[in-house]
């Protein structure tokens, strides 16, 4: 009787559970639209609910390639099925479901009276149904391989939990010691962590806690002052750090380097997933930021870092500095030199002028002169000699009157000889005109009627006591770069120390002081040597060769 009853009692508990499975299943078809289908990563696919949206499915990573995530915030429940080629030997493949980390199904096979045909489009296929799961605060993992290559498994994460924020439990920095290696360590930084890269520093690790997801994570670095990524990563490394549970925490590696200059820098956890790459994308950036992790590192290096575009940048700014500098100085050179060269040629300007009335003063004075001789030669009733005096004397006055501020050496000659014979007739003199065998007259130039005054003052007062015993000797010597004109006469000579009282050489003397001013690099230098026995007036034009 005991036995009856306990047989009785193993049914209705069976009934009862395969009531509710049912039920279960009956109620999560019952949302699910089996008319849309989404990949959900290798051979598998999915439905999900009909009014389900933000459905972010068969996402891939760069460290994971047999790992497909599917994203489901929104979803109650999921249909998994598998599909296959024709080709395919379905009795090979076994599948593994699991519940958050817990196993449902392990190494189950396919059921082939299950499967149905369906038609891709390219090629005739079969599927079947792997089951109807709730996931709503869950991850379905399943795992699908052949027993002809069990190492290659396709791994499908189904994820209907929001997606933590990924926790940063370490930051260090390695330096160079004689043993080796040390590290300085900062756990569980806060949002704000002032670190300093000494010389001897040479990168930064960046911890993460350990999540069944981490490969979902990626990791950038932006420099907050420019707004710019100077780094990115979408692997994590395993090996060196293990956490509490000791389990080994995934951390990445970022190289000094990546720091060019001291200032402000964010280190940005987030999910790997294009947020606007799915079907009915309405999440706000509010709900975006809960999944994203955000620490400010306060850098301050050592030793600065330019890159090749900011020290061509900097080059040419500095270039450009100096060269608009330079430009500005040689402005201002320029403006100076030319007020300079303006006030030296209005200076020059004055002096020619002045040294133009100059020669309008000597002129008349040569002039009157001059005609004084005839005059004289005239009263003595020397009329064949006034005559000649009279025809050397018209040609001599159209070349003093020639308004050339320089003339020939060659032609200065001729002038002095001109008057000098003119002279001659009325005084009987005696003259010489000696000049160097290396001097091209015709090529050297000076000043118009330079001696002239002073042949006129020998002549004038030294000849006209001694007649014709009487000798003027005028000479043109080269000395070196300097020029030498000479006047001498053997007349009975004047007190040098006295102040001059002709007015063709105190004429001179102020013409010489105007030629100085005009010709600075180069020197008029009077000198006069008088005694009873003679005088010798030697100027001198330094430089002028």
Same mark, same amino acid.
């Given at each position: 009787?005991?036995?009856?009853?306990?047989?009785?009692?193993?049914?209705?508990?069976?009934?009862?559970?395969?009531?509710?499975?049912?039920?279960?299943?009956?109620?999560?078809?019952?949302?699910?639209?089996?008319?849309?289908?989404?990949?959900?990563?290798?051979?598998?696919?999915?439905?999900?609910?009909?009014?389900?949206?933000?459905?972010?499915?068969?996402?891939?990573?760069?460290?994971?390639?047999?790992?497909?995530?599917?994203?489901?915030?929104?979803?109650?429940?999921?249909?998994?099925?598998?599909?296959?080629?024709?080709?395919?030997?379905?009795?090979?493949?076994?599948?593994?479901?699991?519940?958050?980390?817990?196993?449902?199904?392990?190494?189950?096979?396919?059921?082939?009276?299950?499967?149905?045909?369906?038609?891709?489009?390219?090629?005739?296929?079969?599927?079947?149904?792997?089951?109807?799961?709730?996931?709503?605060?869950?991850?379905?993992?399943?795992?699908?391989?052949?027993?002809?290559?069990?190492?290659?498994?396709?791994?499908?994460?189904?994820?209907?939990?929001?997606?933590?924020?990924?926790?940063?439990?370490?930051?260090?920095?390695?330096?160079?010691?004689?043993?080796?290696?040390?590290?300085?360590?900062?756990?569980?930084?806060?949002?704000?962590?002032?670190?300093?890269?000494?010389?001897?520093?040479?990168?930064?690790?960046?911890?993460?806690?350990?999540?069944?997801?981490?490969?979902?994570?990626?990791?950038?670095?932006?420099?907050?002052?420019?707004?710019?990524?100077?780094?990115?990563?979408?692997?994590?490394?395993?090996?060196?750090?293990?956490?509490?549970?000791?389990?080994?925490?995934?951390?990445?590696?970022?190289?000094?380097?990546?720091?060019?200059?001291?200032?402000?820098?964010?280190?940005?956890?987030?999910?790997?997933?294009?947020?606007?790459?799915?079907?009915?994308?309405?999440?706000?950036?509010?709900?975006?930021?809960?999944?994203?992790?955000?620490?400010?590192?306060?850098?301050?290096?050592?030793?600065?870092?330019?890159?090749?575009?900011?020290?061509?940048?900097?080059?040419?700014?500095?270039?450009?500095?100096?060269?608009?500098?330079?430009?500005?100085?040689?402005?201002?050179?320029?403006?100076?030199?030319?007020?300079?060269?303006?006030?030296?040629?209005?200076?020059?300007?004055?002096?020619?002028?002045?040294?133009?009335?100059?020669?309008?003063?000597?002129?008349?004075?040569?002039?009157?002169?001059?005609?004084?001789?005839?005059?004289?030669?005239?009263?003595?009733?020397?009329?064949?000699?006034?005559?000649?005096?009279?025809?050397?004397? #018209?040609?001599? @006055?159209?070349?003093? +009157?020639?308004?050339?501020? *320089?003339?020939?050496?060659?032609?200065?000659? /001729? =002038? $002095?000889?001109?008057?000098?014979?003119?002279?001659?007739?009325?005084?009987?003199?005696?003259?010489?005109?000696?000049?160097?065998?290396?001097?091209?007259?015709?090529?050297?130039?000076?000043?118009?009627?330079?001696?002239?005054?002073?042949?006129?003052?020998?002549?004038?007062?030294?000849?006209?006591?001694?007649?014709?015993?009487?000798?003027?000797?005028?000479?043109?010597?080269?000395?070196?770069?300097?020029?030498?004109?000479?006047?001498?006469?053997?007349?009975? #000579?004047?007190? @040098?120390?006295?102040? +001059?009282?002709?007015?063709? *050489?105190?004429?001179?003397?102020?013409?010489? /002081? =105007? $030629?100085?001013?005009?010709?600075?690099?180069?020197?008029?230098?009077?000198?006069?040597?008088?005694?009873?026995?003679?005088?010798?007036?030697?100027?001198?034009?330094?430089?002028?060769?």
């Amino acid at each position: 009787m005991i036995k009856i009853k306990l047989n009785t009692m193993k049914k209705i508990i069976f009934t009862l559970l395969s009531f509710i499975i049912v039920l279960s299943t009956v109620s999560a078809q019952k949302g699910i639209n089996f008319n849309h289908t989404y990949p959900g990563g290798g051979r598998l696919l999915m439905t999900v609910d009909s009014s389900a949206k933000n459905v972010y499915y068969d996402i891939y990573f760069p460290n994971q390639p047999n790992t497909s995530f599917s994203y489901l915030p929104e979803v109650d429940s999921v249909s998994i099925q598998i599909y296959f080629r024709k080709k395919d030997s379905v009795e090979h493949y076994r599948y593994t479901i699991l519940a958050d980390n817990k196993p449902i199904v392990v190494n189950k096979a396919i059921n082939k009276a299950g499967l149905k045909d369906f038609d891709r489009g390219d090629e005739l296929s079969s599927f079947t149904t792997l089951g109807i799961f709730p996931i709503k605060g869950k991850m379905i993992t399943t795992l699908v391989y052949s027993i002809e290559n069990p190492l290659d498994i396709e791994k499908s994460v189904f994820y209907g939990k929001p997606i933590p924020r990924a926790k940063i439990e370490v930051l260090t920095t390695s330096f160079a010691t004689e043993s080796g290696v040390d590290y300085n360590y900062i756990t569980q930084p806060k949002e704000r962590v002032d670190l300093t890269f000494t010389e001897n520093d040479d990168e930064l690790t960046v911890v993460k806690e350990r999540t069944d997801i981490d490969y979902l994570y990626f990791t950038s670095i932006k420099d907050k002052k420019t707004d710019k990524i100077v780094f990115e990563s979408t692997s994590w490394l395993y090996g060196s750090y293990l956490n509490k549970a000791g389990k080994l925490s995934p951390y990445i590696k970022i190289d000094k380097s990546v720091f060019k200059k001291s200032g402000d820098y964010e280190i940005i956890v987030q999910p790997l997933i294009d947020w606007t790459n799915c079907l009915d994308c309405d999440i706000s950036a509010k709900e975006l930021e809960k999944c994203i992790t955000r620490n400010t590192l306060s850098i301050k290096l050592d030793e600065e870092n330019y890159t090749k575009k900011e020290l061509l940048i900097y080059t040419l700014i500095a270039a450009f500095s100096i060269g608009l500098v330079f430009l500005i100085i040689l402005y201002f050179i320029k403006k100076r030199t030319k007020k300079r060269l303006a006030e030296k040629e209005q200076q020059k300007n004055i002096a020619k002028l002045k040294l133009n009335s100059i020669r309008s003063q000597l002129n008349p004075h040569f002039l009157f002169n001059a005609l004084a001789g005839i005059q004289s030669l005239m009263n003595k009733n020397e009329i064949d000699k006034a005559n000649t005096y009279l025809s050397k004397f #018209g040609r001599l @006055t159209r070349n003093v +009157l020639d308004d050339k501020e *320089l003339i020939s050496l060659s032609r200065e000659e /001729a =002038l $002095l000889d001109d008057y000098l014979q003119m002279e001659q007739l009325r005084f009987g003199f005696t003259y010489e005109i000696d000049h160097a065998g290396n001097l091209d007259l015709d090529n050297i130039v000076i000043p118009s009627m330079l001696l002239q005054p002073f042949v006129e003052n020998a002549v004038k007062h030294g000849m006209s006591q001694k007649a014709s015993d009487g000798k003027v000797i005028i000479t043109f010597i080269k000395q070196a770069n300097d020029l030498v004109l000479t006047v001498t006469d053997n007349g009975n #000579g004047f007190d @040098t120390g006295k102040k +001059l009282n002709g007015l063709g *050489l105190v004429l001179s003397e102020s013409r010489l /002081a =105007l $030629l100085n001013s005009v010709y600075k690099e180069n020197r008029f230098i009077l000198a006069i040597q008088s005694t009873t026995n003679g005088t010798k007036i030697s100027l001198t034009l330094t430089d002028w060769l």
